[in-house]
């Protein structure tokens, strides 16, 4: 049997329905907290090194580590953990939410019944 | 580092270590059939995090981190980022979405998603591809420990540690061991930790964490020996920095058998939180490797040792060097070494098995004998096998580059080529058989070209660096494949209605 779509295809630029819109919403922030923070470490790295020589970078120390190791190899692998425990826990509540709108469909009285 | 004679303490630790996996793997066969697993058991999402992890830990992990580190300082870091950012990408892209599928591998998924028995073809052979890489890098990291091990040379070692891998497979399929992917993870951390955690201490640094302890070795290294680690872009740009770490990032998401991991997990609410319990775990050996090379600098400083910058062996082996150079006893070491060697025997062993399934059911029945049969095909699976492992033991006879580089090839062709397919397949349904097999070509071409033609065209070598080829190699790639797509006819309505119904919940309507 020929099965033919009704409406024009969903993708992330352009999604459809409130469960997809609101995921890609979600997906977006989480990209771009992804995207900015590996590109703002390093941009903020290199225009220390740039402008100010090594010598504030010598001196910049975090957590025992010089700034830039302390934000590439501490800082962001923890970040991203961070992003995906937000992301989970999000995609949790839009789950329960989903569950409990399916619930409260089916269990729906009949008419004449009491609610 | 004592080379030329056998290190027995070491070889011990190392055969007791694999007996332990044997004899655990051994134990929990019995359990298989109440629970869940690929190669490997089913135990809750910490249990899916360690899989992860322990699926992901290699030679390239354990060894080659800290090689560059040695050799590259804060380049390295590209590695750190790019090897625990693709998680991201992989989680909120694609895991939730692979499971909706329902496919097993990635040729599976692209056979299925994009109706094309060529396209899937091609996806095999990539697969393939990218396994007999991977796993150059991992023979290389087995070759320089045997070598140290048994105090041979590289070639011998490569085929020594070749036979080992082979009878380690055959011994183990023979008595049906199961993978025991929790304990293989928490042994790794341990081999990994406790000797960096006896260094640190040694040193009077803060040993505890000796993930943050470490800095005090920078410090000491400029202080006393000069040492520039406070540019961290100056050997490097940050456009080299930028198209490694994110060609390793687009790789994690499109390594097949990091992929596999998604296919199979029971429920989508565990893969997800398997997801971060697995990151954890992996960016717990992240944080610890730099200090390896690191601290390996610091000890040939002391002893008046300089910067070894030609010997890509002993970069490689720096983490045993260097651990050797600052007193640590020998069991430590070994300790080190066998996690190294587990480490990389594990994943080869799993890559080489995907390797010669991909050729048994994708390949064989397809192009060599379309008529055959079941058993046919565990025989085919069984010869290509010994294949791979040959192929792989002779490419790694070449000194192509360091353990990390080569595996970072191997994640520039997964982001080339299997990470722009899932992609568009999963969130674009417009994208046909056509495009996607346009799109691999394409990332075939992109990945291997600077191999081939970088030295005679320095442009390209320097826009798609054959380890940071992804960079700007994914996104011309995904171009590509939606130009190509649109200029031919859509997939069938059924596929389309199925990824936007089933996999992303739009309404019909």
Redesign the interface.
Same mark, same amino acid.
């Given at each position: 049997m020929e099965v033919t779509p009704t409406h024009s295809d969903p993708s992330f630029f352009k999604p459809h329905g409130t469960t997809m819109r609101s995921e890609v919403r979600v997906i977006s922030y989480i990209l771009s907290g992804w995207l900015i923070s590996i590109v703002g470490c390093q941009l903020f790295a290199y225009l220390l090194e740039v402008n100010y020589s090594a010598l504030l970078l010598d001196d910049l120390i975090f957590f025992n580590l010089p700034i830039q190791f302390w934000l590439s190899g501490q800082l962001l692998p923890l970040w991203f953990i961070i992003l995906c425990i937000l992301f989970n826990l999000w995609m949790d509540r839009r789950t329960v939410q989903n569950l409990e709108g399916s619930l409260r469909f089916r269990v729906k009285p009949t008419r004449g019944e009491d609610e | 580092m004592a080379y030329g004679m056998i290190q027995l303490v070491p070889i011990a630790i190392v055969a007791g270590m694999f007996a332990l996996f044997i004899l655990s793997g051994l134990r929990s066969r019995s359990g298989q059939s109440s629970e869940y697993g690929f190669s490997g058991s089913y135990t809750g999402r910490v249990g899916i995090g360690a899989g992860i992890a322990s699926n992901w830990m290699s030679a390239a992990s354990f060894l080659g981190l800290a090689g560059i580190f040695y050799l590259k300082g804060?380049f390295g870091?590209a590695y750190?980022?790019g090897w625990?950012?693709g %998680?991201?990408?992989l989680?909120?892209?694609m895991a939730?979405q692979i499971r909706r599928f329902g496919k097993f591998t990635a040729p599976d998924f692209v056979g299925f998603r994009y109706e094309s028995d060529t396209a899937r073809t091609l996806a095999a052979v990539i697969s393939i591809i990218i396994s007999v890489i991977y796993c150059v890098a991992q023979f290389r990291g087995i070759a320089l420990l045997v070598s140290w091990l048994f105090g041979i040379a590289y070639f011998p070692a490569v085929i020594i540690g070749t036979s080992l891998v082979v009878s380690h497979v055959v011994v183990s399929g023979a008595l049906g061991v199961v993978r025991n992917q929790k304990l293989q993870y928490f042994v790794l951390i341990i081999t990994f930790i406790l000797p960096l955690m006896l260094l640190t201490r040694k040193l009077g640094y803060?040993w505890i964490l000796p993930?943050?302890? %470490?800095?005090?070795a920078?410090?000491e290294l400029?202080q006393q020996f000069g040492f520039?680690?406070? !540019?961290?872009?100056?050997s490097t740009s940050?456009f080299e920095?930028?198209a490694l770490?994110f060609t390793l990032m687009f790789g994690t998401a499109g390594l097949p058998h990091v992929l596999s991991r998604f296919y199979m997990v029971p429920g989508i609410?565990d893969a997800?939180?398997g997801?971060?319990w697995g990151?954890?775990f992996i960016?717990l050996i %992240?944080?610890s490797a730099?200090a390896y090379g690191v601290l390996a600098r610091l000890f040939e400083a002391r002893n008046g040792l300089a910067l070894n910058t030609g010997s890509a062996d002993a970069a490689d082996m720096i983490a045993l060097s260097g651990a050797g150079l600052g007193g640590a006893p020998l069991w430590a070491l070994g300790l080190l070494a066998a996690g190294g060697m587990s480490a990389a025997f594990s994943i080869t062993a799993g890559l080489l098995m995907n390797g010669s399934a991909s050729f048994s059911f994708d390949i064989y029945p397809r192009l060599i004998r379309p008529n055959a049969s079941e058993q046919d095909k565990v025989y085919a699976a069984k010869a290509f096998f010994l294949v791979l492992a040959a192929v792989v033991m002779t490419l790694t006879f070449q000194p192509w580059g360091m353990i990390a580089e080569i595996a970072a090839f191997a994640f520039a062709l997964a982001g080339n080529t299997i990470f722009p397919a899932f992609l568009l397949g999963i969130?674009?349904?417009?994208a046909n058989a056509t495009g996607v097999i346009c799109g691999m070509l394409t990332g075939l071409v992109i990945s291997f070209t600077p191999l081939f033609i970088g030295d005679s065209l320095p442009v390209i070598a320097h826009l798609f660096p054959l380890t940071s080829s992804a960079f700007l190699g994914a996104p011309l790639v995904i171009i590509v494949m939606i130009v190509a797509s649109l200029l031919t006819a859509p997939p069938?309505?059924?596929i389309?209605?199925f990824?936007?119904r089933d996999v992303?919940?739009?309404? !019909?309507?």
């Open positions: - | 804060y870091m750190v980022v625990t950012g %998680y991201v990408l989680l909120v892209l939730t803060f993930q943050f302890g %470490y800095g005090a920078i410090s400029q520039n680690w406070s !540019e961290p872009f100056a940050l920095w930028l770490c609410r997800r939180w997801v971060v990151l954890f960016a %992240y944080w730099p969130w674009w349904p417009r069938s309505a059924a389309r209605l990824v936007s992303h919940d739009c309404p !019909e309507n």
